[in-house]
């Protein structure tokens, strides 16, 4: 909305601006935003395996349990590790029975 009124104005003042340049420019805006958002949420409210392992125990995963996770990535985006130290982690809360 902001870009557009932006681009209003100044296609109004005579500024002519191709449509290339405005979505490479919408790009970049929302990739840096996006960086920065997930900066500031991994500095406020990050979390790693450890603490992962500990709210599975919270809500009552026992070894042997078996879980169904379909997660977005998006929605785990405060975890400090890798994607793969999240399935280890699931993986060792539910054990080799699980």
């Not at 005579?14 to 840096?32: C, E, H, L």
């Not at 979390?47 to 169904?68: C, I, P, T």
């Not at 400090?80 to 809360?93: A, F, P, R």
């Amino acid at each position: 909305m902001l870009l557009h009124n932006i681009q209003s104005r100044l296609t109004a003042s005579g500024f002519s601006m191709t449509t290339t340049f405005i979505t490479q420019w919408k790009r970049r805006i929302k990739g840096t935003l996006k960086k920065y958002r997930l900066t500031y949420i991994r500095w406020r409210n990050g979390f790693g395996s450890n603490e992962l392992q500990a709210a599975l125990k919270k809500l009552g995963v026992h070894r042997g349990d078996v879980l169904l996770v379909h997660s977005s990535l998006d929605r785990l985006e405060a975890f400090t590790g890798t994607i793969t130290e999240i399935i280890t982690t699931l993986q060792e809360s539910v054990g080799p029975e699980g």
